[in-house]
Structure formats: C-alpha cells, structure tokens
C-alpha cells in the first residue's frame, strides 16, 4: 500500500510541477562546470584519439575571466574510508596566465568539506609540456562522497589525462592546507541535519528525473510517436522506478540516521571540537603562510590576531580592511623648485609617519580599485647645514649662524633640527595587483599580496612645532628644546604617491602649501623614503 501511494505522489507530481532539475550526485562520467557562462570551452580532445588517449581540454575563450572552468567527477567515498588516497594524472598547459591543477575534496554530505587540496600554493603556470601530478588526502571515516578532477583558474588552455585514484600507505603524507586526520569532529546535531537534508535531495532528485521522463513521453505522444495507452504504461513503469529508486535510497539514510540516534544514546557520538594542534605565532611583518585550525597568529606590526587559518582568510579579504602605516626617509626644502645647494642637510633631515589607514575594495568581484583613507601623524625635520639654527624676525622665519646671537657667540652648535609635528588625514586612489585565490570553490580577494599603486593626498593640521639644538659648554652636553609656532603653517595639504610589492613601497610626498606662511621666498616640504603597510 505504501509503494502505491509513493507512485501516485509521484505520477501527480512529475505531471504538475514545474522543478527545475538536479544534477546526478554520483557519475563515472566527467561532468563541465564554470564559474560563468561562455567563459570556457570544456570538451573531450579528438585530436588524441588516434593515440587511443582520452584527453580533455580546458580552453578559456575571453581575454580576461574572472573565475574558473572545471571538469569533475564525484563518487560515493566507502571504499576509501579511513585510507589514505592519492590522485595521480598528466596535464600539458599553454599560455596559463593564473593557474590550474588537479584537485580532490572529501565532503560529508554537503555539510562539511573533511579534506581538500587543488595544487593552488603549487599551481602550473604559463607553458608546459606533460608531467604527472599528485594530489594526497586521508578519507576519514565520517565521509560521504569524493569530488575530484581538474580546473584552470583564468585565462589559457590545458590539456589532461589518465587521472586516477589509488590507495596509498598512511606514511604518505597528505598535500593542501586542509588535511583529512585534521578534520573537526562532527556534532550530532549537524550530522542529522545533514541525513535530514539528504534525504530531502533524494526525493527531490527522483521527482525531477520522473517529470523529466514524464515530460519526454509526451512529447513522443504529441509528435504521434507513441499511443496514449502506451505513453500512460510508460509512465507507470518509470514512476514505479523512481519510487523504488526512492525507498532504497530513503532506507539506506534512514538506517543511517537510526543508527546515529542509537550511538548518541549509547554515549558513542562525541560533541564538535578541533582535533588540530594549537600553539601561538608572533610575527613581524606580513606572513603570507598558512596556520593552523587551532593555531593563534599574533601579528605585532599589524596589532591584529588571528584565530586559525580561516579567521585570516575571511579577515583579509574583506571588502574593507585595516592596515598600520609606519613610513620613514629623507625630508627637505623645496626653493625655487628645486632642492639643489639646500640649506638642509640631505642624510641628516628625515621624516616619520605612522597611522592607520583602511583600504576599500571600490568593486565587489574585482581587485584592482581601491579607496585607501586614514589617519596619520608625521614629523618633519629639518637640520640647517654650516652651524646654523632657526630665528624668528617678526613674520619672517630666517637661518642664524651662532655668531648673530650673543647667547651663542662662542659656542658651536652641534646640532640643530627643527621639527613639526602634524595629525593628517591621507586619501589614495590605490591599484592593487593582488589575483584573487579560490579555496574550496570559495573566492578570495587579498591585498597586499602584489604590486600596488597609489596616487593622492593628504590634508591636516600642525600639533606642535619645536626647534632642538645641542652644543657643549665647558666640556657638558647641553640640549635646549624651544617651542613655538616659528611662523609656520598652522595647515597642511600636499600630494602623495606610492609605488611598491606587498607590504612595502617607495613613497613620494610633496607640501602644495609653503612650510612659513609669510617668508618672502617659499620653499615647500618634500619627502621621499619607504612605507610600510601591514595588513
């Protein structure tokens, strides 16, 4: 009674409703897939046949693509459970301006993904003739499926074949940064969603394949192919299979879902927890490697912690993230457009600059554009040339050697530097070259990672300025401090630009407003040294 009334549900709903259809989970055949339509050309090369070699290519058909093609297969993992196993398989490349490679993932259902590596941190590139590849993971035992096979990510051509799978030794170790025997425990509560959910596929899977047949059939009715008497038994027939196809299927995961039950009562099902090994990292500078599920990144220069290797990936490649700004390097005086014969010492007169500044990705799915703003404080010194220190004469701010001023007629100054001190507020129009990665089909856009441009400017108010000189009386060092406003600028605005590779840049800056306000000849700052921004 049972199976009549799952034809009849069946039989109504393959005839009514309009589902759209679902792919077979499990083939022996290689299955196409891309990103976006019309970006690649995926197919069986015919060229090889005559080498009796099934060899596929992958052929991208626009000169910029932003995503990847992909050819797979996916197959239940039983066999394979608690092995270790090694995919193995040729591919020649032509002119692959990003990357490709072999891949492998290991899921539980379609709730977990328990290992997987796509050669990305080793990826083939440009040109190259065959040469095999590999790609190694541990099947743990709580896993449902293996997806694998092989992509380009970009633009290019590859050619691939003889990809196989094998059973290895557990000494073997496992490639990519998401290894099966570091896989989380799973809870209970998401293991029998997952059951749940994948029973629901089922189910839903067999109506679309009936309406599918159902469909089929009477088109042949319409186009006089069949009778009506023919087309209603055939559709008995394939409703019959579809619902048998239902209670085995059905059965089996139910069996699955009482039998997790039964291991939650009996104490066997362990709650969530990271199986992987912890620790901590403190870092200096940016570190492009990989940590650790468990493992704590502490990035000084950076002020930023990082909690496991997918905390860092997500942070990272926000739409908007945070950088700190340290910059350093030689200051000096413009006059008359030049910095020629300065009255300033070149090696002794720098500049400092540190701040925090925040980095706008300007479009969603690209990573060139982006808006860099913030907040900095820069110091600008200044240190005359020829035992000379800065006096004021009413509105005018001029050079003094220690002869003109009787409190230092006989002392020679060892050091004079006049230091200003401003809060700006930069803004850059920045191209960053940094390519987009993809991990477990997931897309990610750090910055930071390449060449990067930046053209704009900066806008602020003077804090202080001081003037610092140090000489020697009777034989003591003696260092005076004098604050005060030396008549220059109480605001500043300038142009800035950067050009550099990863955290590091040569940075230009240049003050469109005079250094003294009212001097009769204008001399502007200029800076040129190196910046650091930490991601």
Do not use: C
């Not at 051509?157 to 196989?164: L, N, R």
């Not at 989380?184 to 959910?197: M, P, Q, Y």
């Not at 860092?312 to 490649?317: D, G, L, P």
């Not at 060139?368 to 009413?394: C, D, Q, V």
């Amino acid at each position: 009674m049972r199976k009549i009334i799952l034809i009849s549900i069946l039989f109504l709903v393959a005839a009514v409703a309009k589902l759209s259809a679902q792919k077979v989970p499990y083939s022996d055949q290689w299955a196409f897939r891309q990103d976006n339509s019309n970006s690649y050309e995926l197919k069986q090369d015919k060229a090889y046949d005559a080498s009796n070699q099934e060899v596929y290519s992958i052929k991208s058909l626009k000169p910029k693509i932003s995503g990847f093609g992909n050819i797979m297969k996916s197959m239940a993992s039983d066999e394979y459970k608690g092995k270790t196993v090694k995919m193995t398989g040729y591919i020649k490349s032509e002119n692959v301006k990003s990357w490709a490679g072999l891949w492998m993932r290991v899921d539980y259902y379609s709730t977990d993904v328990l290992a997987f590596d796509n050669m990305r941190n080793r990826g083939i590139k440009r040109t190259k003739d065959w040469e095999k590849y590999e790609v190694v993971l541990f099947v743990p035992q709580e896993a449902t499926s293996i997806s694998y096979g092989v992509l380009l990510d970009g633009t290019g051509q590859i050619w691939f074949k003889d990809v196989q799978l094998e059973i290895v030794d557990d000494s073997i170790p496992e490639t990519g940064y998401n290894k099966g025997r570091d896989h989380k425990i799973i809870s209970f509560e998401k293991r029998a969603k997952a059951i749940a959910n994948e029973i629901k596929k089922i189910t839903e899977g067999e109506k679309d394949a009936l309406k599918t047949e159902i469909e089929k059939i009477d088109k042949d009715l319409a186009d006089g192919a069949i009778t009506k008497a023919n087309a209603d038994e055939l559709k008995l027939e394939k409703a019959k299979v579809h619902a048998a196809a239902i209670e085995t299927r059905v059965t089996l995961e139910q069996e699955k879902l009482n039998q997790l039950v039964q291991d939650k009562v009996n104490g066997k099902v362990t709650e969530e927890k990271d199986t992987r090994s912890g620790g901590r990292m403190i870092i200096m500078g940016n570190n492009t490697g990989e940590i650790g599920e468990r493992q704590t990144e502490i990035n000084i220069t950076s002020m930023k912690v990082y909690n496991g290797q997918e905390d860092k990936e997500e942070r990272q490649s926000k739409r908007t993230t945070s950088q700190l700004v340290l910059a350093t390097g030689l200051n000096n005086l413009v006059t008359n457009g030049s910095v020629s014969k300065s009255d300033f010492r070149y090696a002794g007169s720098h500049f400092y600059e540190w701040g925090v500044t925040y980095n706008t990705r300007l479009v969603e799915n690209n990573n060139l554009l982006h808006a860099k703003y913030g907040l900095s404080l820069m110091y600008n010194n200044l240190r005359p040339t020829n035992n000379r220190f800065f006096e004021t004469s009413g509105n005018q701010t001029i050079l003094q050697t220690n002869t003109s001023n009787p409190a230092f007629n006989s002392i020679r100054i060892d050091d004079a530097r006049l230091r200003n001190v401003y809060l700006v507020m930069p803004l850059h129009l920045e191209f960053d070259f940094s390519e987009k990665t993809v991990k477990e089909d997931r897309t990610y856009y750090k910055t930071h990672q390449s060449w990067r441009i930046g053209l704009g400017g900066y806008a602020g108010a003077r804090l202080k300025t001081k003037q610092i000189l140090q000489y020697q009386v009777d034989n003591h060092d003696v260092t005076d401090k004098y604050k005060g406003g030396f008549n220059t600028s109480d605001f500043i605005y300038g142009l800035s630009t950067y050009v550099g590779y990863g955290a590091t840049s040569l940075y230009l800056k240049y003050d469109l407003n005079p250094l003294f306000k009212d001097n009769v000849v204008k001399q502007n700052n200029v800076s040129l040294g190196v910046r650091f921004d930490f991601n």
